[in-house]
């Protein structure tokens, strides 16, 4: 079992985010309203190892470069970091060797927060 199993990325706008990680993720989404949060939530495989979560937009939470990081996996990190700045985001560092465990790249979103994305090749 994974240790986490939801995250939230705040939005101030959610449909820019929605397109934001729609466009360079390719992620399915799956809308939420549950009061003061509204939400688009990923869409994946959950008997699978990893964890579920969002981008959500609620009044108290704010976007942030500070913080946990959330790193998205991919098939080779270059693809996803080349679809950012297109989609709103900048790059804080792009594709960076970490040795046997694969390549890493941190971007912010479209919303301001700080993201990384993952691939083994």
Do not use: C
Not at 13 to 26: I, N, Q, T
Not at 55 to 79: A, L, N, R
Request: no cysteine; glycine share 12%.
């Amino acid at each position: 079992m994974n240790a986490v199993n939801w995250f939230e990325i705040p939005a101030s706008d959610l449909e820019r985010a929605k397109k934001f990680y729609g466009a360079v993720f390719d992620l399915n989404m799956q809308y939420m309203d549950s009061g003061e949060s509204k939400m688009y939530m990923f869409v994946g495989d959950t008997d699978g190892a990893g964890s579920v979560g969002a981008i959500f937009h609620h009044p108290k939470h704010k976007p942030s470069q500070e913080g946990t990081v959330v790193y998205f996996s991919t098939k080779d990190t270059e693809t996803e970091v080349n679809k950012v700045e297109a989609n709103g985001g900048s790059i804080v560092f792009g594709k960076t060797s970490i040795g046997p465990f694969g390549f890493i790249a941190q971007v912010i979103d479209s919303e301001g927060n700080r993201i990384g994305i993952h691939s083994e090749k």
